[in-house]
């Protein structure tokens, strides 16, 4: 049971998000989040508040496997090890050479990954992937907690043709360069949907071919609550070029893998093939809505789901 501490520092980052977000509706969402990136003070304290959050509060309950310290960074790392390291990436590039010669597509690229593996940790904060010695890590965040992470703001630092550190600040990311791109407990920050996919588009512009796009967003409902709302986010990410090869629900966030196509026209054939109504080019988060007027709500109900409506189609989850 989370102390009252826990529940405060959790609060302030609720806060957070959620005056962005209404700052957003008034202001605009670019407007909002470049304001918001000028309040030093205010990103001091989120930085200093996620940091105590992740690594005294999540780790005291790091016991339950589903817990946030226990889930959102080892998910993510267990599964880029056995997607470099053991070399699952490899049926995943012959199930798109499958899927690209039944739509006349001659794959012309394959995979080339650096040992170790580079990874860019957007919104980092204190730089938890630093462990693992099979990732060369960098760490990026508004507002650094300690000094093993850059300062840069992901939305608006320029991509070219090399990286760029200048003193402790990330100037210029270099293009096709990554092997990895994880937003860990970030998207949900950006304040709208429109931001969420500019993120997207740019881990995508950032990563090599066959590279991986990680994804941890907080939930605490059940699998069905916002199933439409995940079901649109892998609809939007196939636009960009990316196919969706692992998702799981946890207790408290739901954990998705993408991997960049090696031709984008192979992950857009699965929006084309499995659109829904529903389904828009979007990246919404319930609270999105939750804050609009009464007028402007959008109604995305319940629906009851199963395991099997996640199975990844044309592609299978790793073993």
Known sequence: MACDEHKQLADFLKEVHSSLRKSSSKLGAGKAWQTHCQNNELLSQYARTMET???????????????PASSRITWSADLSFDYFVNKSYLKFRQKEIDIGSKMSIELDKYESFSEPVKLIDVGSCYNPFKVYEFMDVLAIDLCPANGSVLQCDFLDVPIGSETIVEG??????????????????VL??????????????????????????????????????????????????????????????????????????????????????????YMEYSMHIPQDFHEQKPEALVSYPEINVSPEDFNELPFCDLE
């Open 188 to 277: 949900e920050y950006i304040p709208s949907s429109e931001l969420r996919i500019k993120a997207c588009e740019r881990a995508y512009s950032i990563l090599k071919p066959g590279g991986l796009l990680i994804i941890n967003t907080p939930d605490s409902k059940h699998v069905g609550a916002n199933s439409k709302h995940m079901k649109c986010w892998r609809y939007t990410l196939a636009h960009i070029g990316f196919t969706r090869i692992r998702y799981e629900k946890l207790k408290y966030m739901h954990c998705m893998a993408f991997r960049k196509c090696l031709h984008k026209d192979i992950a857009t054939r699965w929006a084309l093939l499995h659109k829904e109504p």
């Open 168 to 185: 402790r600040k990330l100037k210029q990311i270099k293009q096709n360069s990554f092997e990895i791109v994880t937003f860990c407990f």
């Open 53 to 67: 959050l992740a690594t005294k509060h999540w780790e005291e309950n790091c016991s339950d496997e589903t817990s």
